[in-house]
Structures are given as structure tokens and as C-alpha cells.
């Protein structure tokens, strides 16, 4: 009953927000947080309401990322969670953020992960937003299949990767996975595709062009790639909009046109 009153919550809630799209990845490591936390920024620096359902359990980087990390959810007599506030006014929910101790078990809290994605989709005090973008664990298991059930009208979902053939063999896996669930696959969005050095010359460290061939061969879009560049880590370190900090950078301009395309 609990269940059934929670979904129904869920629908309520969802009714709210006009574009849900969910952020894939195969494999841990790729950038797919900070590609969530980009584009949320991103979207809101371009006047847009937006919001960030952190489900990822197992590595939730978001809170740091996004510069809300040691921020306490607040809950309400009436049973709303409240979300943190980011910058450029993001509104942010993290399992992070629920679930006091970092240094709990990946296996006990496993256990808790999709109860904790229902009862955050089902009370979370939104508002109205015109996007919400969730940030998921890498690969596709019991949380990736929640959210596919649990939100009936997602928008869809964009994979992210790098340009390594391993990657491509995951990519692969998460399009299947999204065909199978029935969810719309936006794009495939590529990070981490070459590093510039100060001359001008680009090195492709991971490979080169195996995301575009991957969209290519699957009928997907591509999105975009996202070069390297070592300032990212020390933005999301300090919790700061990276192409805010570094409008100059080329990651940064492939961030904001990527947020204009979708
Ligand atoms: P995931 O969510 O896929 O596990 P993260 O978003 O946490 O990956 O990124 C992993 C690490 O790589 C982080 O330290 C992040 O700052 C860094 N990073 C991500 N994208 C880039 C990039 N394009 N250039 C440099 N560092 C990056």
C-alpha cells in the first residue's frame, strides 16, 4: 500500500517537471557526473528552472561537485524533502546527502539504493522545473531499472563515455538496455575525446572517434565531444560551474552547446 501511494506520488510529482532525462554511463570514471553537473548548470545559466536527482550510491560525487557537499536536506512535518541549493540557483538531491556516513559498505548500502530513489522521487519538493537531470550509477542494474519504471514519462536518457574500445562495448550495453526499457536515447554525449596542448597539437589519450562510431552504428545521436582539460578537476573539486570559471576553455563551449541542444 505504501508502494502503491508512493507511485502515485511519483506521478504527481513528475507532472511538475517538463524535460526528466536520465545520465547513463557503462563504466565508472567517464565523466558522467560532472557531464550532469555541466549540464544543469549549463541549462540554468541559460535561464532555465533545473534540478539534480544524485541516485548515484556508489560514487556520489555531485555534493562536491556542485558545491553542496556538507549541505543538510531538510525534511518537513508533512513529509517533503527539501533540496539543496547550488549555484546559479540548481536545486540539488543527493543520496549523498540523505545517508550521513561516507564511509558505509557499498554492499549494506546497496541494499538501500532503490528504496532511496523512490522515496526522493516521490517526495522531493521540486516545484515546478523545466528540467531534472539524474545522475545514475554506472552500468545498468536495479537503479537504472527504477527510475525506467518508477518515472513513466522520462524524456530520456544521454549516454556518456570516453573513446576507448572498452568503452564502446559498454556503450553498446547501456543503448540495449534503454531500447529494451523502452526509454528514448537523446544521445551520446563523448568526454574526455583529446587533450590540446598550448601549441595547438591534439592528442587523442583514450582513441579517437569510437563514439561517434558507436552513434553511427546504433542510429544515435551524437552529441558532442568534450576535450580534456586538468582545470575540470580543480572546478569540481571546489564545487564551482567550470565554464563559468573558465569561459575561455573549449571544454567549456562544448558544455554550453551541449545544453543547447537538447
Ligand atoms: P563518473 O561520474 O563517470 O564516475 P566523474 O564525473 O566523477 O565520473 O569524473 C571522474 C573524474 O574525472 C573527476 O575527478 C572529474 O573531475 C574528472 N574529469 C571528468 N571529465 C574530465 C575532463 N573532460 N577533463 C579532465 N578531467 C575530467
Known amino acids: 500500500k505504501k508502494i502503491r501511494e508512493q507511485e502515485k506520488k511519483i506521478?504527481?510529482?513528475?507532472?511538475?517537471?517538463?524535460?526528466?532525462?536520465?545520465?547513463?554511463?557503462?563504466?565508472?570514471?567517464?565523466?558522467?557526473?560532472?557531464?550532469?553537473?555541466?549540464?544543469?548548470?549549463?541549462?540554468?545559466?541559460?535561464?532555465?528552472?533545473?534540478?539534480?536527482?544524485?541516485?548515484?550510491?556508489?560514487?556520489?560525487?555531485?555534493?562536491?561537485?556542485?558545491?553542496?557537499?556538507?549541505?543538510?536536506?531538510?525534511?518537513?512535518?508533512?513529509?517533503?524533502?527539501?533540496?539543496?541549493?547550488a549555484p546559479l540557483g540548481v536545486k540539488v538531491l543527493s543520496i549523498g546527502l540523505l545517508l550521513p556516513q561516507?564511509?558505509?559498505?557499498?554492499?549494506?548500502?546497496?541494499?538501500?539504493?532503490?528504496?532511496?530513489?523512490?522515496e526522493m522521487l516521490a517526495y522531493a519538493d521540486w516545484g515546478t522545473l523545466d528540467y531534472l537531470f539524474i545522475d545514475l550509477p554506472p552500468g545498468t542494474g536495479d537503479e537504472q531499472l527504477t527510475i525506467a519504471q518508477l518515472i513513466r514519462d522520462l524524456t530520456g536518457t544521454i549516454i556518456v563515455t570516453i573513446p576507448s574500445d572498452v568503452s564502446r562495448v559498454v556503450v553498446a550495453k547501456a543503448i540495449n538496455f534503454a531500447r529494451k526499457m523502452n526509454v528514448d536515447i537523446i544521445g551520446v554525449v563523448e568526454n574526455m575525446s583529446y587533450f590540446?596542448?598550448?601549441?595547438?597539437?591534439?592528442?587523442?589519450?583514450?582513441?579517437?572517434?569510437?563514439?561517434?562510431?558507436?552513434?553511427?552504428?546504433?542510429?544515435v545521436r551524437f552529441l558532442g565531444e568534450i576535450p580534456i582539460d586538468p582545470r575540470i578537476s580543480r572546478a569540481n573539486d571546489a564545487g564551482e560551474p567550470f565554464f563559468v570559471k573558465y569561459p575561455d576553455s573549449k571544454a567549456s563551449k562544448a558544455i554550453l552547446e551541449l545544453a543547447e541542444k537538447i
Open 196 to 219: 590540446e596542448c598550448p601549441d595547438g597539437s591534439k592528442h587523442y589519450i583514450f582513441g579517437e572517434g569510437a563514439a561517434k562510431k558507436i552513434s553511427e552504428q546504433y542510429g
Open 102 to 118: 561516507e564511509d558505509v559498505p557499498v554492499i549494506w548500502r546497496g541494499t538501500l539504493s532503490t528504496s532511496a530513489i523512490r
Open 11 to 85: 506521478q504527481e510529482n513528475m507532472k511538475k517537471i517538463k524535460y526528466k532525462v536520465a545520465i547513463l554511463s557503462g563504466k565508472g570514471g567517464v565523466g558522467k557526473s560532472f557531464v550532469t553537473a555541466s549540464l544543469a548548470f549549463a541549462m540554468s545559466y541559460l535561464g532555465r528552472k533545473v534540478g539534480v536527482l544524485d541516485a548515484d550510491i556508489y560514487g556520489p560525487s555531485i555534493p562536491k561537485m556542485m558545491g553542496v557537499q556538507g549541505e543538510t536536506v531538510m525534511a518537513t512535518t508533512d513529509g517533503r524533502i527539501i533540496p539543496v541549493t
